[in-house]
C-alpha cells in the first residue's frame, strides 16, 4: 500500500476569487521545505467535463499539464509554488465526475442498484481524491467554489466522509474565508466568517484552521472573536493579508506557525523549515528599482485571469532581469481601428499571446508588422507566432492574401492549417494537440541562445500548424525556422535574423515557468527589451 497519506482538504466562504488556489499552493510549498512530499489537487463543482471549452472570460487561461489534460489555471499555481508536476489526476470536476458514474451506469457495473448522491457520487469523489494515496506524505485538496453553493455540497460531504474514515491525526480542514475593512465605520467586520464557518459546520465539517483574508493584519481581539464563534482554536485563526507579490503568502503563513500548527496535528515531526529560496526571491523583488513596460496585444484583455502563466511568466523574467515588468494591455481590434503608429509606437517589446477565433487577428498581424520593420523585440506565443508567420507571408514573401485556415477558409495561400493524424502526434481533444512535445532547435538561433540546449520539451494547446507546403518558399523569404518536431517535422519555433530579437513559438512556455526556474524564452526576450530600453540595439 506505500506509506500513509495524510489530507489537507482547502475550502472557501464568502465569496469566489479570494485566492484558494494560491492559499492551497503555499501551504504545499512549506509541506515541501519541512522535506515531505505531497500531491496537490484542485476539485471543481461545475459540470463541464473540463474548462477546455469555457470562454477565458468565464474561468480565466486554461492551464495544460504535461500529459495534455486541459485544466484549471490553480494547477499553475501548485507547479510554481512547490516542485510536483501536475497531470489529468490533479483536476476533477462535477462533470468528470458524473460522466464517470453515468458510464457505469450503463455499462451495468451497479448490477441494478438505484444510483445516487450518497453513496455512488461521493464514493466517486473520494475515489478520485485517493488517487495519489500511499505515494505521498500529504495530499492537498483544494475545493472549488464557495460554501453554500448547491454544487459543492456533494464534494463537501465527501471530504466529510473522508474525515471519519481516515481519523482525526490524518485529515486537516482549512477554511479560506474575508474579513473586510469598512472605511465609513473604521472597522474589520467577522459576520461573513462566521456566517460561512456556520455553514461548513452545517454540513458537518468543522475546520481546524481559519485563514482570513484582509487588507491588514488581524489585532488579537478579532482573532479572539472569530475563534469564540467559529469553534476554533484562537491561535489556529491565521491572518491572511493581502501582499505585494503572491510568492510572499508562505513565508507570510510562516510566521503566523500555519505549517508548525498542520504538522502537529496531523502528528507529523516538526523541523526548522529551509525556506531559503523563497526568502532570496523576495529579497530581489523587494529590490528592484526599474520599471520595464512591454506591449501586450490580446484579445481577452480585460480578464487579465486569461493569461495568469503568462504575467506569473513575465514577472519571473522580470526579476531574473532586475526589473519590474509592467504590463500595458492592448485590445487587439484597436490597433486595426486607431493604427499601429499611435498605439505602439513608444513600446519597447510586443508580446503576441495565444488566443482562439478570428477576433482582432488583423490587428495583430499590424502589430508584427510594426514590430518587425521597427525592430521592436518580438515574442509570439502560439497565436502569437502563427499571425507572425501569416505577416511575414503576406508582405515579406508576397503571398498578399495569405492567412490561416482558421480565418479565412477561401485563402490561395493557407500557410497554416489543420493537419489530422501526423505521426509521432497525439490527437487529444477532438483535433487539439495537447501536453508536451519534444522540439529540436537549431544553431545560431535566438532559441539556443536562451535555452542552452539542442533539445526541449513544451507544452501545446492548438490547432492548426505551420503548412509544410509553404516552408521552402517562406524560407527563402529569410523566414528561419529554428525549431522542430523530430518525428512529424512540425514546425514549433520562427525567428526573425534581420532584427535584434524576433522569435515565434507554437507551444506555450509560461506554463513551465517558476519565480525559481524562470522561463528561458521570458528570460531572454525582457533582456531584450532592457536592451533597447537603454539604447543597446
Request: proline share 5%.
Amino acid at each position: 500500500m506505500g506509506k500513509q497519506t495524510k489530507f489537507i482538504f482547502v475550502t472557501g466562504g464568502v465569496l469566489s476569487s479570494l485566492g484558494k488556489g494560491v492559499a492551497a499552493a503555499s501551504i504545499g510549498a512549506l509541506m515541501e521545505a519541512h522535506g515531505l512530499t505531497i500531491s496537490m489537487q484542485k476539485i471543481d463543482p461545475y459540470l463541464n467535463v473540463d474548462p477546455g471549452t469555457m470562454s477565458p472570460f468565464q474561468h480565466g487561461e486554461v492551464f495544460v499539464t504535461e500529459d495534455g489534460a486541459e485544466t484549471d489555471l490553480d494547477l499553475g499555481h501548485y507547479e510554481r509554488f512547490t516542485t510536483i508536476q501536475t497531470t489529468r489526476d490533479s483536476n476533477f470536476t462535477a462533470g468528470k465526475i458524473y460522466w464517470s458514474i453515468i458510464n457505469k451506469e450503463r455499462r451495468g457495473d451497479y448490477l441494478g442498484k438505484t444510483v445516487q448522491v450518497i453513496p455512488h457520487v461521493t464514493d466517486e469523489i473520494k475515489s478520485a481524491i485517493r488517487r495519489f494515496y500511499g505515494e505521498v506524505d500529504i495530499s492537498i485538496v483544494e475545493i472549488g467554489g464557495t460554501v453554500g453553493d448547491i454544487e459543492s455540497l456533494p464534494f463537501l460531504e465527501a471530504i466529510r466522509q473522508i474525515g471519519l474514515e481516515e481519523g482525526p491525526e490524518n485529515v486537516v480542514y482549512v477554511h479560506l474565508t474575508l474579513v473586510p475593512f469598512i472605511p465609513t465605520s473604521g472597522e474589520l467586520k467577522t459576520k461573513p466568517t462566521q456566517h460561512s464557518v456556520k455553514e461548513l459546520r452545517a454540513i458537518g465539517i468543522q475546520p481546524d484552521f481559519l485563514l482570513c483574508r484582509s487588507d491588514r493584519d488581524l489585532p488579537q481581539e478579532i482573532k479572539a472573536k472569530i475563534a469564540l464563534f467559529s469553534n476554533v482554536r484562537e491561535e489556529n485563526v491565521i491572518s491572511a493579508r493581502d501582499v505585494r507579490t503572491i510568492y510572499e503568502i508562505p513565508l507570510n503563513f510562516h510566521k503566523e506557525g500555519l505549517d508548525q500548527k498542520i504538522l502537529e496535528k496531523l502528528h507529523l515531526p516538526r523541523r526548522e523549515p529551509d525556506l531559503r529560496k523563497w526568502e532570496d526571491f523576495i529579497r530581489k523583488v523587494k529590490n528592484l528599482k526599474e520599471d520595464l513596460e512591454i506591449t501586450m496585444v490580446g484579445k481577452y484583455v480585460k480578464l487579465k485571469d486569461s493569461y495568469k502563466s503568462l504575467n506569473e511568466a513575465l514577472f519571473h523574467a522580470g526579476v531574473a532581469n532586475g526589473v519590474r515588468v509592467v504590463q500595458r494591455w492592448v485590445e487587439a481590434e484597436d490597433i486595426l481601428e486607431q493604427g499601429p503608429e499611435k498605439i505602439l509606437k513608444d513600446s519597447l517589446a510586443i508580446l503576441v499571446p495565444g488566443g482562439f477565433g478570428e477576433r482582432g487577428i488583423e490587428g495583430m498581424i499590424r502589430a508584427v508588422q510594426f514590430a518587425r520593420e521597427r525592430k521592436i523585440p518580438y515574442f509570439g506565443i502560439c497565436l502569437g507566432m502563427q499571425v507572425a508567420t501569416i505577416e511575414f507571408a503576406r508582405n515579406v514573401a508576397g503571398l498578399k492574401r495569405a492567412n490561416s485556415e482558421e480565418f479565412d477558409e477561401t485563402s490561395p495561400h493557407k500557410v497554416l492549417i489543420m493537419l489530422p493524424n501526423l505521426r509521432g502526434v497525439r490527437q487529444m481533444g477532438g483535433t487539439m494537440r495537447l501536453g508536451a512535445y519534444k522540439c529540436k532547435i537549431s544553431r545560431p538561433s535566438f532559441a539556443y541562445s536562451a535555452y542552452g540546449k539542442d533539445v526541449i520539451y513544451e507544452r501545446h494547446r492548438h490547432r492548426y500548424e505551420f503548412n509544410p507546403d509553404y516552408r521552402e518558399k517562406l524560407e527563402k523569404s529569410g523566414l528561419k525556422i529554428t525549431g522542430t518536431h523530430p518525428e512529424s517535422g512540425l514546425v514549433e519555433i520562427i525567428e526573425n535574423h534581420d532584427h535584434p530579437w524576433f522569435l515565434g513559438c507554437q507551444f506555450h512556455p509560461e506554463f513551465k515557468s517558476t519565480p525559481f526556474n524562470p522561463h528561458p524564452l521570458f528570460v531572454s526576450f525582457v533582456r531584450a527589451a532592457l536592451r533597447r530600453k537603454k539604447g543597446e540595439i
